[in-house]
């Protein structure tokens, strides 16, 4: 009986074979030497001729390549669905099972290079996407949908090309497409720490397995469907994440009519009455750093206790404070009402950091987790500060989570001497910076950056058809920011992606093609512009001849004597030309 080996033995003797397996392919002509040498210096790569050439077999050559050497994880395949005069009519089955007849080429490169079963077969199917060129577009978000734009959230349905969203960086980054697609099937995808955004099943997430993050993958690109094959393992572990913002949101600045870290204590530790207002706090550190920052003509005067009564400097009928306030519509709001106003959640890193300064040094503290980590909270009796709160540390590159805690007449607590009692649901919400969020020296003295927010993927569920629109941003990772400062995209990255008979194209097509590439990913082009199905409307000449000379863009034309395929072919194309 043969010896049982480990899972952990397999899995390497599957990684040794994987570093050993290798495509290897002659080249017969020096255009096809040309094209390896052109393939490697230019991100696009356009591979014209006539049929025989060995334009297919190449540009598959050069992506299994890629794949087999860990330069790239995906192979993207596409191809004009045109049948040359021909009615199929009706295609059984599913997408794939339609498309499949139309990439029988492809494949048969892929096996030519790769025969038999082995592990490196495993790999390169692993990597395949089929990608018709009618579902590119359809990655895509419902129009009510909120997308982060410098000022403030925006509905899908109303952006433009032109429009200004938020990267992956925190900065602006232009709207270069917006594609309606119509109704789709749509998806909520759930976050573990509560937010959650709807879009199609064919949407992109760039997301970190527990598996690639072993193996020092680093992220890949799934569909929503995909992760929702398994989104737990056998442990029930969450295993997919998502990048969190790498930098603040830089939003565009708002004037402001009142410091915002003495809006945010006072919004932790102050009496906004509709006839005084007070400030209570126990900290002098605290009652001096607002008393520099208060408007022209108020000061701070000292009442009993802890409590400090923000007056006017001269006697006047009219309190300075008391109409800010008013105008900010915070004047008579009891503990559980408070909120932050729009102009200092949409505002500049600097205010919002301020106010949530202000608002951490009252109602903030550190404990320590169980891990040993440095745990930051935050808790409010108004559910809508505590979800302000939540805006500003994601925001700010953060992770905020919160939690309730019902209302329970026995709760009490014992402070400087005196029993609280409880008497209303309280929120508490755990946040976790990439920066000390206090001031105050106490609280700040305590703080530890050794936390690392993950944002998981908790559950994926369908929901109903909804009119969609997917848009495509210029930026290096084609990231964008939707609601809850979840990152997401829809294009291509760390790809090979192939147009294969793009003669049969036209430019809208092959313009959204070109389009769709990301980050550390290349494209081959291939194709004969003088042999189209598509009666004179092919885009292939006509997009080459306007991308001649640009940088990062390579171009080899074969010819009939460059034909390998068969010795007769050039004759017959000379005859038939």
Same mark, same amino acid.
């Given at each position: 009986?043969?010896?049982?080996?480990?899972?952990?033995?397999?899995?390497?003797?599957?990684?040794?074979?994987?570093?050993?397996?290798?495509?290897?392919?002659?080249?017969?002509?020096?255009?096809?030497?040309?094209?390896?040498?052109?393939?490697?210096?230019?991100?696009?790569?356009?591979?014209?001729?006539?049929?025989?050439?060995?334009?297919?077999?190449?540009?598959?050559?050069?992506?299994?390549?890629?794949?087999?050497?860990?330069?790239?994880?995906?192979?993207?395949?596409?191809?004009?669905?045109?049948?040359?005069?021909?009615?199929?009519?009706?295609?059984?089955?599913?997408?794939?099972?339609?498309?499949?007849?139309?990439?029988?080429?492809? &494949?048969?490169?892929?096996? #030519? %290079?790769?025969?038999?079963?082995? @592990? *490196? =077969? +495993?790999?390169?199917?692993?990597?395949?996407?089929?990608?018709?060129?009618?579902?590119?577009?359809?990655?895509?978000?419902?129009?009510?949908?909120?997308?982060?734009?410098?000022?403030?959230?925006?509905?899908?349905?109303?952006?433009?090309?032109?429009?200004?969203?938020?990267?992956?960086?925190?900065?602006?980054?232009?709207?270069?497409?917006?594609?309606?697609?119509?109704?789709?099937?749509?998806?909520?995808?759930?976050?573990?720490?509560?937010?959650?955004?709807?879009?199609?099943?064919?949407?992109?997430?760039?997301?970190?397995?527990?598996?690639?993050?072993?193996?020092?993958?680093? &992220?890949?690109?799934?569909? #929503? %469907?995909?992760?929702?094959?398994? @989104? *737990? =393992? +056998?442990?029930?572990?969450?295993?997919?994440?998502?990048?969190?913002?790498?930098?603040?949101?830089?939003?565009?600045?708002?004037?402001?009519?009142?410091?915002?870290?003495?809006?945010?204590?006072?919004?932790?530790?102050?009496?906004?009455?509709?006839?005084?207002?007070?400030?209570?706090?126990?900290?002098?550190?605290?009652?001096?750093?607002?008393?520099?920052?208060?408007?022209?003509?108020?000061?701070?005067?000292?009442?009993?206790?802890?409590?400090?009564?923000?007056?006017?400097?001269?006697?006047?009928?009219?309190?300075?404070?008391?109409?800010?306030?008013?105008?900010?519509?915070?004047?008579?709001?009891?503990?559980?009402?408070?909120?932050?106003?729009?102009?200092?959640?949409?505002?500049?890193?600097?205010?919002?950091?301020?106010?949530?300064?202000?608002?951490?040094?009252?109602?903030?503290?550190?404990?320590?987790?169980?891990?040993?980590?440095?745990?930051?909270?935050?808790?409010?009796?108004?559910?809508?500060?505590?979800?302000?709160?939540?805006?500003?540390?994601?925001?700010?590159?953060?992770?905020?989570?919160?939690?309730?805690?019902?209302?329970?007449?026995?709760?009490?607590?014992?402070?400087?001497?005196?029993?609280?009692?409880?008497?209303?649901?309280?929120?508490?919400?755990?946040?976790?910076?990439?920066?000390?969020?206090?001031?105050?020296?106490?609280?700040?003295?305590?703080?530890?950056?050794?936390?690392?927010?993950?944002?998981?993927?908790?559950?994926?569920?369908?929901?109903?058809?909804?009119?969609?629109?997917?848009?495509?941003?210029?930026?290096?990772?084609?990231?964008?920011?939707?609601?809850?400062?979840?990152?997401?995209?829809?294009?291509?990255?760390?790809?090979?992606?192939?147009?294969?008979?793009?003669?049969?194209?036209?430019?809208?097509?092959?313009?959204?093609?070109?389009?769709?590439?990301?980050?550390?990913?290349?494209?081959?082009?291939?194709?004969?512009?003088?042999?189209?199905?598509?009666?004179?409307?092919?885009?292939?000449?006509?997009?080459?001849?306007?991308?001649?000379?640009?940088?990062?863009?390579?171009?080899?034309?074969?010819?009939?004597?460059?034909?390998?395929?068969?010795?007769?072919?050039?004759?017959?194309?000379?005859?038939?030309?």
């Amino acid at each position: 009986m043969p010896k049982r080996r480990s899972a952990r033995a397999v899995e390497r003797e599957v990684t040794r074979e994987q570093n050993r397996a290798q495509v290897t392919f002659e080249f017969l002509t020096e255009k096809q030497k040309l094209a390896w040498d052109e393939y490697q210096k230019n991100e696009v790569l356009f591979l014209t001729g006539p049929a025989g050439t060995g334009k297919t077999f190449l540009a598959m050559a050069f992506a299994i390549r890629d794949v087999l050497e860990k330069r790239r994880t995906n192979i993207i395949l596409t191809r004009p669905i045109v049948e040359a005069g021909e009615s199929l009519g009706f295609l059984p089955g599913d997408l794939t099972e339609k498309v499949n007849p139309y990439m029988v080429p492809l &494949y048969d490169c892929y096996h #030519t %290079l790769c025969p038999g079963h082995t @592990i *490196k =077969n +495993k790999v390169i199917e692993q990597a395949f996407e089929v990608a018709p060129l009618a579902f590119m577009r359809g990655r895509a978000e419902p129009l009510d949908a909120l997308i982060m734009t410098p000022q403030g959230h925006k509905r899908m349905g109303d952006i433009k090309v032109g429009d200004k969203v938020i990267g992956s960086d925190g900065l602006s980054i232009n709207v270069i497409g917006v594609f309606p697609q119509g109704k789709k099937l749509i998806y909520e995808v759930i976050f573990n720490d509560k937010t959650s955004v709807k879009c199609s099943g064919d949407h992109l997430w760039s997301t970190i397995t527990l598996d690639e993050k072993h193996h020092n993958k680093g &992220y890949s690109v799934k569909t #929503t %469907l995909e992760i929702a094959k398994r @989104i *737990k =393992n +056998k442990h029930n572990q969450k295993i997919h994440k998502i990048p969190i913002l790498t930098h603040p949101v830089q939003y565009k600045s708002q004037e402001i009519i009142l410091d915002p870290y003495v809006l945010g204590v006072l919004l932790g530790d102050g009496h906004l009455g509709k006839h005084a207002c007070y400030l209570c706090s126990s900290d002098n550190e605290i009652v001096a750093r607002c008393n520099t920052r208060l408007p022209q003509g108020v000061c701070i005067k000292y009442n009993k206790g802890y409590d400090y009564r923000l007056v006017n400097i001269t006697r006047t009928k009219t309190s300075i404070m008391l109409e800010l306030l008013r105008s900010m519509n915070l004047a008579g709001k009891k503990s559980y009402e408070k909120f932050i106003p729009e102009a200092y959640k949409i505002n500049s890193v600097e205010v919002r950091l301020e106010i949530l300064r202000g608002l951490m040094d009252t109602d903030g503290w550190i404990c320590t987790h169980r891990s040993g980590n440095t745990r930051i909270q935050y808790g409010s009796t108004s559910k809508q500060l505590a979800d302000d709160v939540m805006f500003l540390v994601r925001s700010l590159g953060g992770y905020a989570y919160c939690n309730k805690r019902e209302y329970n007449e026995n709760d009490t607590h014992l402070l400087r001497g005196h029993v609280v009692r409880h008497m209303r649901p309280s929120y508490q919400v755990d946040i976790m910076l990439p920066f000390n969020p206090f001031r105050l020296a106490r609280k700040a003295n305590q703080y530890v950056n050794n936390q690392r927010p993950a944002k998981l993927i908790s559950d994926i569920v369908l929901l109903q058809e909804e009119e969609c629109q997917c848009i495509q941003v210029d930026s290096i990772d084609h990231l964008y920011v939707t609601s809850d400062f979840i990152l997401t995209h829809n294009t291509f990255s760390d790809a090979v992606c192939i147009f294969d008979e793009a003669q049969n194209a036209t430019p809208v097509q092959l313009k959204l093609f070109l389009s769709r590439f990301g980050k550390n990913s290349k494209i081959i082009v291939t194709g004969d512009p003088g042999q189209s199905d598509l009666q004179n409307k092919t885009g292939l000449a006509k997009v080459i001849s306007k991308l001649q000379g640009l940088n990062g863009v390579g171009f080899v034309q074969f010819f009939r004597e460059d034909v390998v395929r068969h010795s007769l072919i050039s004759a017959i194309l000379e005859r038939l030309e």
